[in-house]
């Protein structure tokens, strides 16, 4: 039977009592007598040292824990918080001749700032050169084609110039939430030394990465596709990585992938078997359109509740060539104030997807 932590108002009433069985004729509930006062203290700090003890029996499991020791728990499992990173990238700039000098700063349209990272030299027409982000996380991510402006003038070098290919590598330190998800799993989960669960969370350890899928044999006898999102890192395209599929920068049997499959297929190449071929993928986005009618009185407010509640199911249910349970779908609308009444006509039935592809919300149709 759990433990019931008596409330302020009980350890008052406690300590009143105490005081008037231990001092005969004493009034401990008089307004402005020293009793009350020193009896109400008493039962304040009592309640203190309850709470205290409480926070520490929190604390003293992981299930339960928070911050810091929710990190000493996880570091138990060789688990850590996953710290904000910088983006890479490399710039354009068109140009007849010199050199662009290491440590130059390159200022992006909103005025977020890079450093170069060598000396690069006009070949031909024009000049790329290697950036990184001056500040961590995933602001510092960008498409190509962003236009930058070198925060120095170089002679024979335009200052316009624009991003070769997507900035990618950036993201936010990793939430406490995430966090306490990847430890509870870590401790549920023990590692197998290159099971299938293995691969998703070893995925799930770089940063920016907040799903994770596997599928044993997924191009052939001997290989391992992983497949990942980026749901923060990568808000501005839904969430999917930005790069080419492939392998490891260190494998030979395949050709290497770029941008945010890069990154995590060069992580896990340090940690697999050595005789898998892992493939880190990009899931193909699956558009799936809704139609509800009996909605003619909902507010616009109710409607963005039933599309954030239709999104919320396809994150947390969506998997590559996966399934998304209609009757899901119903209850997170249903569950949404003033929505009674409502019939979904399209889909007509469950949510599946081809391999590779994941639902994604497109377009809503109330009517």
């Not at 799903?211 to 052939?220: L, M």
């Not at 770029?258 to 297929?265: I, K, P, R, S």
């Not at 071929?277 to 986005?285: D, E, K, N, Q, S």
Request: hydrophobic share 40%; proline share 4%; net charge negative.
């Amino acid at each position: 039977m759990p433990f019931s932590r008596p409330t302020l108002t009980d350890l008052q009433t406690q300590v009143a009592s105490d005081i008037a069985s231990s001092v005969p004729g004493s009034d401990p509930l008089l307004r402005f007598s020293n009793l009350r006062i020193t009896g109400r203290v008493q039962a304040g700090l009592a309640h203190l040292h309850y709470g205290y003890i409480d926070w520490i029996s929190k604390q003293a499991v992981p299930w339960t824990s928070t911050d810091e020791y929710l990190a000493g728990w996880g570091a138990l499992k060789n688990t850590y918080l996953k710290e904000a990173t910088l983006a890479t990238g490399s710039v354009t700039f068109p140009g007849s001749s010199g050199t662009i000098l290491a440590g130059t700063q390159v200022v992006r349209g909103d005025g977020f700032i890079y450093t170069t990272n060598a000396d690069a030299t006009v070949s031909g027409s024009s000049v790329t050169v290697a950036v990184t982000a001056s500040t961590p996380g995933a602001a510092g991510n960008c498409d190509a084609g962003t236009a930058l402006t070198l925060g120095t003038a170089v002679t024979g070098i335009q200052s316009g110039g624009t991003a070769a290919a997507a900035f990618t590598g950036g993201a936010d330190v990793e939430t406490q939430d995430a966090f306490y998800g990847r430890v509870m799993s870590a401790f549920q989960t023990s590692p197998q030394g290159g099971a299938k669960g293995d691969y998703a969370t070893w995925a799930l350890q770089v940063a920016g990465v907040t799903r994770a899928w596997v599928a044993p044999n997924g191009f052939g006898a001997g290989t391992v596709v992983v497949y990942v999102m980026l749901d923060s890192a990568e808000s501005a395209h839904n969430g999917f990585p930005q790069g080419t599929n492939g392998v490891a920068a260190g494998e030979t049997r395949a050709a290497a992938a770029t941008g945010d499959q890069l990154t995590v297929a060069n992580y896990l190449y340090s940690l697999q078997p050595v005789t898998a071929l892992v493939y880190v993928c990009a899931p193909t986005p699956n558009t799936v359109n809704f139609t509800l009618t009996g909605t003619t009185s909902w507010s616009t407010t109710t409607k963005n509740a039933v599309s954030a509640a239709i999104a919320g199911v396809l994150l947390s249910n969506g998997a590559p060539g996966g399934t998304v349970n209609m009757s899901d779908i119903e209850s997170a609308i249903a569950a949404v104030s003033g929505t009674a009444g409502f019939v979904i006509t399209s889909p007509t039935g469950n949510i599946t997807s081809a391999t590779g592809a994941l639902p994604v919300l497109g377009t809503m149709t109330f009517s």
